[in-house]
């Protein structure tokens, strides 16, 4: 099973509005991952918790705050978000923390920033 | 700087073989993978190569050659669901995924 599963399917929000995307995995694996994607462009990471610990943020703006209650579940809060931050936003799980352990991603939440 | 170059968009025949090549330079190799990705859709893993040679699964072929920073994946027998963007994505020294921007495949009956 390489199931990452993630809620909202999609989202509409105004910019003073305060949401959170949710990603579980029931996989074991240790890391998981923050991406947003703007269509016809590659994923672009943002947060990586590894063993539960943020251990990659790429300078990404604070109206965004990562969260990782348990090894499961990775929430990604969101607060004054700006209508350029509408995109498809990505979970993914890997094994043991190091990215040469294979990625699998949910199937995204679709953003819309008003 | 870190680059990943592979072309934009390539159209192939139902039922042909189709190429898509990814050239590479990284700080460091820590293995080359190749995803699928449906439009509005998340990414599917397809293979990955850390040594050099060819990975074959199925219809789909990865080839690696890391002298030359160079991979292509192989479609055999292409269907129309083959229709995708095609994502190359290297490990860099520390472990970042380095991402090609995508092929656009078109599959034409």
């Known amino acids: 099973d390489t199931e990452v599963t993630q809620t909202p399917k999609h989202l509409v929000m105004g910019m003073t509005n305060k949401k959170s995307l949710k990603c579980e995995q029931h996989?074991?694996?240790?890391?998981m991952y923050w991406y947003k994607q703007k269509a016809k462009k590659p994923p672009e990471l943002m947060f990586v918790y590894s063993y539960e610990k943020l251990s990659i943020n790429e300078s990404v703006p604070s109206r965004f705050s990562p969260e990782c209650p348990n090894s499961s579940l990775l929430n990604l809060h969101l607060h004054a978000l700006q209508p350029e931050d509408s995109a498809l936003y990505l979970c993914a799980s890997s094994g043991g923390g190091s990215s040469t352990d294979t990625q699998y991603f949910g199937p995204g939440t679709r953003l819309t920033v008003l | 700087g870190q680059n990943i170059d592979q072309p934009t968009e390539m159209t192939a025949t139902e039922g042909a073989i189709v190429q898509i090549n990814c050239t590479y330079q990284?700080?460091?190799?820590?293995?080359l993978f190749w995803y699928q990705q449906h439009a509005g859709e998340a990414p599917t893993f397809l293979s990955y190569n850390v040594l050099d040679g060819l990975e074959e699964k199925g219809r789909f072929s990865s080839f690696l050659s890391r002298s030359k920073g160079y991979s292509y994946l192989l479609l055999k027998e292409l269907q129309m669901k083959d229709s995708a963007s095609y994502l190359c994505?290297?490990?860099?020294?520390?472990?970042?995924?380095?991402w090609g921007a995508g092929t656009k495949l078109i599959i034409k009956p």
């Open positions: 990284t700080s460091g190799f820590n293995g």
């Open positions: 994505a290297v490990s860099d020294s520390n472990y970042q995924l380095i």
């Open positions: 996989m074991g694996h240790r890391a």
